[in-house]
């Protein structure tokens, strides 16, 4: 069985199958030939403007307008940051009280570590409170304690709202 993005479950056609795969395929090519390194300066440099900006800019490219779910977003945010190999990317892994969407961290705790949790909002004023729930749940959550735990002091955190081909950001 396959979970829909509309939230309905149901099995998938062999055309179903082989339309998921050809668009697996051509994001996945999209995002190995995408020069991120714009989006982790902007992240180390807690530049919300420029993050907001860089995917923003992806979504319009890239979105349909029958895929605006958490889900989506999620993957489309994970499958760009893996591609920009200088963090390690985690997603949904158990951390504090909790799992947070991505996990970014370097492979040295030296380094750092950013904790991005996403919302959809379903309205454009709506964002930025969904960002804030978004910080909120971090903390509340305590997503930060494996990071800690590992020996990470060096940590961001990032609540990231959606709507529709619009991303916003706050630190």
Known sequence: M?????????????DQFVNKRTVLAWFDKKVRNLECSELLSALE????????????????????????????????????????????????????????DILLKTPSVRGEAIILELKVSDSFQGMEQ???????????????????????NNIKKYGVSFYRKECMVRK
């Open 45 to 100: 440099k807690r530049n919300c403007g420029k993050i907001e900006e860089f995917i923003s800019t992806q979504l319009l490219d890239t979105i349909s307008f029958y895929d605006y779910a958490e889900n989506y977003y999620h993957g489309f945010l994970a499958g760009i940051l893996k591609g920009a190999g200088k963090y390690i990317v985690l997603s949904n892994r158990e951390s504090g009280t909790g799992r947070p």
């Open 130 to 152: 969904k960002c804030y729930d978004a910080l909120k749940q971090i903390g509340e959550m305590d997503y930060e304690a494996g990071l800690r735990t590992e020996g990470y």
């Open 2 to 14: 396959w979970q829909g993005v509309h939230g309905s479950a149901g099995e998938i056609s062999g």
